[in-house]
Nanobody, 126 residues
Framework: QKHVAESGGGSVRTGESMTLSCVASLHLYGGNSMAWFRQASGKEREWVAS????????AYADSVQGRATISQDNAINTVYLQMNDLKPEDTGKYYC???????????????????WGQGTQVTVSS
């Protein structure tokens, strides 16, 4: 069964950095896209970043622009999200999502994704 799994979450202080990892069960290269979403307690799930169509392009939400970098390692089917200068508002459960077919634009619509990880909690304290 197709699946993805996140890891790397934890507790950090404001201004620190963190890198999340997501391992996919299928190859990342080719016509696929991966994305990170997050959901804070009491809030809607929001898109954070995407790496599009096998690494053709990347896109970021305004809230993390300049502080986040999404990348992938095709050899080990892993996508990363590096976040710097973390803020309390970055706190939430981070989810990795996979889109195994065509995905247009920024691929930021949660409803378009075919597989989701269980989430990894990131807590940023001030």
């Amino acid at each position: 069964q197709k699946h993805v799994a996140e890891s790397g979450g934890g507790s950090v202080r404001t201004g620190e950095s963190m890198t999340l990892s997501c391992v996919a069960s299928l190859h990342l290269y080719g016509g696929n896209s991966m994305a990170w979403f997050r959901q804070a307690s009491g809030k809607e799930r929001e898109w954070v970043a995407s790496i599009l169509r096998g690494g053709e392009a990347v896109a970021y939400a305004d809230s993390v622009q300049g502080r986040a970098t999404i990348s992938q390692d095709n050899a080990i089917n892993t996508v990363y999200l590096q976040m710097n200068d973390l803020k309390p508002e970055d706190t939430g459960k981070y989810y990795c999502a996979a889109h195994w077919g065509p995905c247009s634009g920024r691929c930021d619509n949660a409803g378009a994704f075919h597989a989701w990880g269980q989430g990894t909690q990131v807590t940023v304290s001030s």
